[in-house]
C-alpha cells in the first residue's frame, strides 16, 4: 500500500496554481529507505587497566597508547635561560620617586589656595587618593598630572629629575 498525494483544488483558477496541501508520497519517502532505524547505544569502556600485566596486555593489544610529555616525570625547571639572564642583571629596577620639595611645594601651594586634598582633585579631575599619594610621596611621578596640578593651583611645581640610565663600559 503506497502512500497517494493529497491535492485540493479550487475549480480553475486553483489547478493553474500549484497544490497547496500534500502529503508524503513514495518518491519524497524514498531517501528514507536506506535508514538503519535501530537504536545504537555507545558506552565509554569504564575498566581501565590497573596492574602493570594488564597494561602491558592493553599496550601489546592496541586497546591503550601512551605519549610522553615533554620534561614529563621530572622535576627540572624549563625556565634555567631566562632566570640566568635576570639573575645576571645588575640594573636597578626601582621607579622615580616624589621629590621632598615637590611634596611640600605641592603641600603649601594647596593650602595658599585654602583647598581641600579632595576639591583640588576634582578641580584636576582626579581621585583625592591620587593628591594624597602625591602629597605623602608614594605616587609614580606622571607627567599630565603634574602639569594639571600646577595648572589648577596657579603656580609652577618644582620638576622631578628623571631617572639616570646605568651606561654600560663594557
Do not use: W
Not at 609652577?156 to 628623571?162: D, M
Amino acid at each position: 500500500s503506497g502512500a497517494m498525494s493529497v491535492e485540493k483544488n479550487l475549480g480553475e483558477e486553483g489547478s493553474k496554481q500549484r497544490p497547496r496541501f500534500t502529503t508524503r508520497t513514495e518518491s519524497t519517502m524514498s531517501y528514507l529507505q536506506g535508514q538503519d532505524r535501530d537504536v545504537v547505544v555507545i558506552r565509554k569502556n569504564k575498566t581501565k587497566p590497573k596492574t602493570a600485566h594488564e597494561k602491558n596486555r592493553a599496550l601489546a593489544s592496541g586497546a591503550m597508547s601512551v605519549e610522553k610529555k615533554y620534561g614529563g616525570g621530572t622535576n627540572r625547571n624549563s625556565a634555567g635561560v631566562n632566570a640566568r639572564k635576570i639573575e645576571e642583571e645588575d640594573a636597578d629596577f626601582k621607579h622615580r620617586k616624589i621629590p621632598v620639595e615637590f611634596k611640600k611645594a605641592l603641600m603649601k601651594a594647596r593650602q595658599a589656595k585654602k583647598m581641600s586634598q579632595k576639591e583640588l582633585a576634582q578641580k584636576c579631575q582626579l581621585q583625592a587618593s591620587i593628591i594624597q599619594q602625591y602629597e605623602n610621596g608614594k605616587a609614580v611621578p606622571n607627567g599630565q598630572i603634574i602639569s594639571k596640578l600646577s595648572r589648577a593651583l596657579g603656580c609652577s611645581l618644582p620638576k622631578i629629575p628623571k631617572k639616570k640610565k646605568v651606561r654600560d663600559d663594557s
